[in-house]
């Protein structure tokens, strides 16, 4: 109940390409989905976060996309660049309990020139 | 901006050894986790604080333990190192989330070699 599934575990994308990494949860009382940015050697740092009143969050190329009947949620990278070559992380929370994020086991993705 | 640090980025001890992982944020946040981060693994929470003195088991507690006697530091006691305790220790900070959401800051991570 506490889970939450991402995949892929790693994803190659050329230059230019859409990189989409899908996460699933199970708990129906999350609601609140963030996504984590992680370069080598620095801290995972917030990239963008949605709440299950919105389908769709869009910020620059990063996107967001919710489906609350399925428990799933995804975030779209358009027009990849190398410079997004990271290890990404969703996660989720119940923002009326605990204050703790449930976090996905993370993508690695490499972006190729 | 808000910072989150850690006393060591590398840190290598003998098995049996007591280890304090120190963390420092400076923006008054309430919040303060301890996570470790292994590869495949992603990010087990350790342990949690939401306020001084107090302190809530995360995930994997077990052979950790923690501290917070001041509101900006929170620090991770391994009682007697082991070697299935080598990896990487990240701490991270957040204020009462209070329906608006809830940003974790984290630091840049110790990495701990246990031999």
């Known amino acids: 109940q506490q889970q939450v599934k991402q995949s892929p575990q790693s994803l190659i994308v050329q230059k230019g390409g859409i990189s989409i990494i899908n996460c699933a949860y199970e708990n129906t009382a999350f609601d609140y989905f963030p996504w984590y940015q992680q370069f080598p050697g620095k801290g995972p740092a917030l990239l963008i976060a949605?709440?299950?009143?919105?389908s769709e969050k869009k910020e620059g190329r990063f996107t967001i996309s919710f489906n609350k009947s399925a428990k799933q949620f995804s975030l779209h990278i358009m027009d990849s660049q190398p410079g997004d070559s990271a290890t990404y992380f969703c996660?989720?929370?119940?923002?009326?309990?605990?204050?703790?994020?449930?976090f996905g086991k993370g993508t690695k993705l490499t972006v190729n020139p | 901006d808000v910072k989150v640090t850690q006393s060591s980025r590398y840190l290598v001890k003998r098995t049996g050894e007591k280890v304090f992982l120190e963390c420092v944020q400076d923006?008054?946040?309430?919040?303060m986790f301890w996570y470790r981060q292994d590869p495949g693994l992603g990010l087990r929470l350790i342990y949690f604080s939401y306020d001084v003195k107090m302190k809530e088991k995360g995930d994997i507690p077990e052979g950790y333990s923690v501290s917070r006697e001041k509101k900006e530091r929170f620090s991770l006691i391994l009682e007697s190192a082991s070697t299935n305790q080598t990896s990487m220790y990240l701490c991270a900070s957040s204020s009462l989330s209070g329906g608006g959401g809830n940003e974790q800051f984290f630091g840049p991570g110790t990495r701990l070699t246990v031999l």
């Open positions: 923006m008054d946040h309430e919040n």
């Open positions: 996660a989720a929370m119940s923002q009326g309990g605990s204050e703790k994020l449930v």
């Open positions: 949605i709440r299950p009143d919105v």
